[in-house]
């Protein structure tokens, strides 16, 4: 299973308190998502203020009940970094191979179709790909 996490709110964190609370909160994130996975699960910073999570032997149930400590993980870290006037979230997408693609890339695109259909209909929320078919 491959899940993205894209924080919502971030560039605020940059404007309201500066790079260095960014750093903090990228550092927190990867913290985070560290504490939501298995010891066999990988978390990756992809870029920006995107994460990947890599499990080999996932369900559609274990993802959902994954997204939603990672959504509740991250809803705390503005409070646990003393961010006032901050609110962080996370819009995640999750996509299962082979039942969602045939290929890496496929999984790739599903699941960022996913996160990307989160982040379209109101963020802080987590989509699978049975959950979220855009229009053509």
């Known amino acids: 299973g491959l899940m993205l996490v894209d924080l919502d709110g971030f560039k605020d964190v940059n404007t309201v308190h500066g ?77 299962l191979y082979p039942e969602d693609a045939d290929t890496i890339d496929e999984l790739i695109a599903a699941a960022d179709i996913c996160m990307r259909g989160a982040k379209l209909t109101g963020k802080d929320r987590a989509l699978s790909a049975v959950d979220w078919t855009p229009a053509a």
């Not at 927190?28 to 298995?38: G, I, K, N, P, Q």
Request: aromatic share 4%; with cysteine.
């Open 19 to 95: 790079y260095p609370a960014g750093d903090a909160v990228l550092c927190e994130t990867a913290r985070t998502l560290r504490s939501c996975v298995r010891a066999e699960d990988v978390v990756a910073r992809l870029g920006g203020d995107e994460f990947a999570v890599l499990t080999t032997t996932a369900d559609p149930e274990a993802l959902a009940m994954l997204s939603e400590r990672v959504l509740a993980g991250v809803r705390g870290m503005a409070e646990r970094l003393d961010l006032a006037q901050v609110r962080l979230t996370a819009s995640v997408g999750w996509a």
